[in-house]
Structure formats: C-alpha cells, structure tokens
C-alpha cells in the first residue's frame, strides 16, 4: 500500500504497489483516468503520490482558479 504525501491515507498505486499475487501490478492506475494535474518532477527527484480524494480535490482547485469569475 502507498501513502498519501498530502493527507497520509493508505491507497492501492498500481505503479507503485505490487497486485494481488505479490507480483509487479500490470492494470493502469486508477490515476491515469484523470488529467494531469501536477508536473512530473525532473530527474533525480523524488514524488509521492496522492491519494484519489487529494489528487481529486486538487483537480477541482485547479480547476476553480482557471474558471473566471463573473
């Protein structure tokens, strides 16, 4: 199980954890179904993932802000 770098909920990443039978998990990422939402870290840096109630809620906020305001 990953850890959530935001909120330090417990979720399945399908790129980083291992499936069912303990072997490397080939099924896309639930992350994956969503748009991009925050930029890949260059080489040599670390990330963490988020877990789908912050990369959601992030999305949203993301999305708010480039909605002008009337």
């Known amino acids: 199980m990953s850890t959530c ?3 330090g909920a417990t979720f399945h ?3 980083a954890d291992p499936g069912p039978d ?3 998990d080939t099924t ?6 969503l748009p991009p939402a925050v930029p890949v ?3 040599g840096a670390a990330v963490g ?3 789908p109630a912050c990369l959601r809620a992030h999305i949203a906020a993301q999305a708010a ?3 002008p305001s009337g």
Not at 28 to 33: D, I, K, L, M, V
Request: net charge positive.
């Open 13 to 15: 990443c399908a790129m």
């Open 22 to 24: 303990g072997q490397a």
């Open 49 to 51: 993932c988020w877990c």
């Open 28 to 33: 896309p990422c639930w992350c994956t179904a």
């Open 41 to 43: 870290p260059g080489k």
């Open 65 to 67: 802000r480039a909605t």
């Open 5 to 7: 770098e935001r909120c």
